[in-house]
């Protein structure tokens, strides 16, 4: 008898379906393009002499090799949770080994947290738009989704905590991008920071901080992370609600997949569980190559992706304020790897997608995916770290008489 796969499958697949936009993007692969629609780095500057080299010491050890290649602890290699305890020590932010798990890519440590609260219902709070990959995670569990406390929430203080009387149900954490967010490029200012941490503990709420672009800053001064301020708050790392999730995929490449979590050993251990059942540990191999290349990585090594992206953000931004004005509002991010455009009302971005990529050859993400609700069709994010200055600036020009002849119609 034939398999009935769609009635075999777990009705919450359901709601995993392909996107119509997927499909489109998958042109982008055809000669001509220009695609600010990647969210990815610069292959170009991938420390890649450093990688070779560190993978080569270790699997030139034969005792090096017999760790690199073993089965190993579920919570990561101890140097490289150590090195890390460090570096979240040198940003404020006292802890050990054992307040840190190592994860597949910080993706893993969304995947994670959502296993740990999220039963179907639980209620998760986040910011409209937001990134799409923690949606794809946490909607695996079902959640229903708030915004975050502040003036766009309906809920009386008391039902974060504990729910209430009329059904509503307790709100498991608030998922926040506190340094350029992914799609917007914005940033909270410290008074938001101190007001979100501070809410947050007086509702006995958890915040998972998703800090995958905290490196890239491109001007201003550095802000402390909600971590840091949480953990001086309570008094230690291990006495706060934050989750904080870091990776090096954004400073040293993305494939190693190394990811962590930073959160009170409570948290931790639970996560272990999970990581266990998961995958039982990340590659020891890559692990070792990333912390001998992250501990040794020449100075100027994140100078170099800094300059880049930002003169990659200027040429954006100056092409912007050329092509776009008067047709479209955007963010200035200081740092990070996106714009965000917003269109006049009557302009939907996937409609704009498909006449760009027509008519001009151009590709961007249009913003509803980024919604929870389905708003923001009139939005789109442009990535800024993926193409040199002169393409930048020709897609902008392109794009630019796309959306004029689109408002003209
Ligand atoms: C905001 C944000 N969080 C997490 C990730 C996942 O990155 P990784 O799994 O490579 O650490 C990304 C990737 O683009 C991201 O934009």
Redesign the pocket.
Known sequence: MAIDWETGFAPRMQQAKPSAIRELLKLLDEPGIISFAG?IPDPNLFPRTAIAAAAQRILGDPQLAATALQYGPSEGHAPLRRYIAGLMDQHGVACTADNILITS????A?DFIGRLFLDPGDTVLVARPT?L??LQAFSAHQPVYEPLPGPGSNRTPDSYGSGDASGTRRAKFGYV?ADF??PTGESLSLAERRDLVANAAALGLPIVE?A??DQLRYDGAALPSLLALDAARAGGIDKGGVLY?G?F?KTIA?AL?I?WIAAPCTVIDRLVLIKQASDLHTSTLDQMVLHEVAATLAPDHLATIRRTYRARRDAMLGALDECFRGAAQWTRPEGGMFIWVTLPEQLDAEDLLRRSLAEARVAFVPGTSFHVDGSGRNTLRLNFSLNPEAVAAEGIRRLGNVLHRALAA
């Open positions: 969210g890519g910080s993706q893993q969304l990134y990959g923690a991008i967010q992914n998703d995958a672009y999730c990776t995929s993305p997949r990811g």
